[in-house]
T-cell receptor, first 112, second 116 residues
Framework: KQEVTQIPAALSVPEGENLVLNCSFT??????LQWFRQDPGKGLTSLLL?????REQTSGRLNASLDKSSGRSTLYIAASQPGDSATYLC???????????FGSGTRLQVQP | GAVVSQHPSRVICKSGTSVKIECRSL??????MFWYRQFPKKSLMLMAT?????????EQGVEKDKFLINHASLTLSTLTVTSAHPEDSSFYIC????????????FGPGTRLTVL
């Protein structure tokens, strides 16, 4: 059974810092990995999708990497802003399944 | 891209009542839809896979008689929480896979259920 773990569970940084969020998964047989943002009481916003054959994806200040063989992904946020404060979720689609398996999230607070 | 709507966005009900949540695809036909729930400060957990024209597939530990899923058409799936209790209070989100290879999934905005 696929399990997804995210560390740290919570992170507080001053504005302007670069930061890294970590995600690990137990079964490397995946179709893709996705990073989402969730604001309190709201739905999900997809940030980056990495196919199993890819190593990384970039969007603006966000860069996500994938090392499928070791079961790890990182989300790098450059020059963090207070508006980046949210919970960040990592999720994978495992081979043979179509639904996502989510990690428990990292709650990010960027202090102005 | 696809747009997914959910209705209602928020519902408060008394214990023992049943609540129906609709998930609607506005852009394309979906033979499969997923239902997830999220308890406060927890991550999303898959509850069931809704299949158009056939029975839903439930994840282990999810009571199929309590969470009734009906995928009546290619654009609509409903989740009915029967005889709701306070422990059913949660955030329910549906999603639609974009292609058979699930390159992308489109999520609804979610429904906040509070059972008093």
């Amino acid at each position: 059974k696929q399990e997804v773990t995210q560390i740290p569970a919570a992170l507080s940084v001053p504005e302007g810092e670069n930061l890294v969020l970590n995600c690990s998964f137990t079964d490397s047989a995946i179709y893709n990995l996705q990073w989402f943002r969730q604001d309190p009481g709201k739905g999900l916003t997809s940030l980056l999708l990495i196919q199993s054959s890819q190593r990384e994806q970039t969007s603006g200040r966000l860069n996500a990497s994938l090392d499928k063989s070791s079961g790890r992904s990182t989300l790098y946020i450059a020059a963090s802003q207070p508006g980046d404060s949210a919970t960040y979720l990592c999720a994978v689609v495992s081979t043979g399944r179509r639904a996502l398996t989510f990690g428990s999230g990292t709650r990010l607070q960027v202090q102005p | 891209g696809a747009v997914v709507s959910q209705h209602p966005s928020r519902v408060i009900c008394k214990s023992g009542t049943s609540v129906k949540i609709e998930c609607r695809s506005l852009d394309f036909q979906a033979t499969t839809m997923f239902w997830y729930r999220q308890f406060p400060k927890k991550s999303l957990m898959l509850m069931a896979t809704s299949n158009e024209g056939s029975k839903a597939t439930y994840e282990q530990g999810v009571e199929k008689d309590k969470f009734l899923i009906n995928h009546a058409s290619l654009t609509l799936s409903t989740l009915t929480v029967t005889s709701a209790h306070p422990e059913d209070s949660s955030f329910y989100i549906c999603s639609l896979p974009d292609t058979p290879r699930t390159d992308t999934q489109y999520f609804g905005p979610g429904t906040r259920l509070t059972v008093l």
